[in-house]
């Protein structure tokens, strides 16, 4: 399941990271800008997911059975896009954050877990559900965290420099990604 959503995550860093640089040079409106752009990136991702899990399950010989598992997960996708917004707005001007947003992710996926998994025997879902909501309520503490610096005007200028600088960086995710390609073929005929 990770691998193949981290083949829908692929750009979820991009963004940010000018957004942090740009915060960082107090440009107004980078952090929004970043929030907004990712978002517009997050929620197609999804969508292009959700149609390809029927595909994904067949070409990976995957039961039915996982179906729910598998699409509860396209939930996760937009949640990676926004985390890696707010993470980045908030590494530069409190970092600190970081950390309690982390301490807020794992002692809510633990009693969620608890909930879930021993309490409600769900298994599997149950474990992916847990992590789908302590990612919610970390990215809840992170907008609360970050509602001055998302409150100003989205500045569409920016991302046409953020593209045109990233054209590397990009080459050098899908170049990882492409490596770890091994993963999946490990899967499907081991």
């Known amino acids: 399941i990770t691998d193949v959503l981290s083949y ?12 942090a640089r740009f ?15 990712n978002l517009l990136i997050g929620l197609p991702s999804s969508l292009v997911y959700l149609l390809a899990v029927p595909g994904i399950m067949i070409g990976l010989q995957i039961s039915q059975a996982y179906l ?9 996708i937009v949640e990676v896009y926004l985390l890696s ?22 002692l809510c996926k633990v009693f969620s877990g608890f909930l879930l998994i021993v309490q409600l025997k769900r298994g599997l ?16 503490f992170y907008l609360r965290s970050t509602f001055s610096e ?11 420099v953020w593209l045109r ?3 590397l ?14 993963n999946i073929f490990l899967f499907v005929y081991g």
């Open 150 to 160: 998302i409150h100003e005007k989205i500045r569409w200028d920016y991302i046409k």
């Open 169 to 182: 960086s990009f080459y050098s995710i899908v170049g990882q990604r492409l490596v770890a390609v091994v």
């Open 23 to 37: 915060s960082a040079r107090k440009h107004q409106g980078s952090e929004v800008t970043g929030l907004a752009a």
């Open 125 to 140: 879902l149950g474990v992916i559900v847990s992590v789908v909501l302590a990612y919610i309520f970390q990215i809840l």
């Open 85 to 106: 917004s707010f993470e980045a707005t908030l590494q530069v001007k409190r970092p600190q954050m970081l950390g309690f947003g982390f301490l807020i992710f794992e």
């Open 68 to 76: 729910a598992i598998y699409f509860v997960v396209a939930a996760e």
């Open 8 to 19: 829908f995550t692929l750009v979820a860093g991009i963004f940010p990271f000018w957004a």
């Open 165 to 167: 600088a990233s054209l």
